[in-house]
Nanobody, 127 residues
Framework: QVQLVESGGGLLQAGGSLRLACAAS????????MCWFRQALGKEREFVAS????????YYADSVKGRFTISRDNANNTVTLQMNSLKPEDTAVYYC????????????????????WGQGTQVTVSS
């Protein structure tokens, strides 16, 4: 059974850091590109970051570039999102997702490109 489980969300003040993790099980993790999306209350789900199957390429939304870092550990079937210098506008539910594609991370920014999704973890940043 394919499963993605996010963890690490929480409530913190602006300027702080948080590390999200996504644990995968039930499939060949290394064969899938991974990403993080987020959805704020009342807004569309938006792309945050993507990483290729090998981890050799990454891509970020302009809004998080320089503050967030996506990485993966294929040996342990996990993908993480290190979030620094958090802002109130980063408040959202964060989702990890997996896509069975060989495309580079820079073009993997659309929801339809990812087949499997986690349930999400809430991140709340207060001002």
């Amino acid at each position: 059974q394919v499963q993605l489980v996010e963890s690490g969300g929480g409530l913190l003040q602006a300027g702080g850091s948080l590390r999200l993790a996504c644990a995968a099980s039930g499939w060949t993790f290394a064969g899938y590109a991974m990403c993080w999306f987020r959805q704020a209350l009342g807004k569309e789900r938006e792309f945050v970051a993507s990483i290729s199957r090998s981890g050799g390429s990454t891509y970020y939304a302009d809004s998080v570039k320089g503050r967030f870092t996506i990485s993966r550990d294929n040996a342990n079937n996990t993908v993480t999102l290190q979030m620094n210098s958090l802002k109130p506008e980063d408040t959202a539910v964060y989702y990890c997702a997996a896509g069975g594609t060989v495309l580079p991370a820079a073009v993997l920014t659309r929801r339809y490109q990812y087949e499997y999704w986690g349930q999400g973890t809430q991140v709340t940043v207060s001002s």
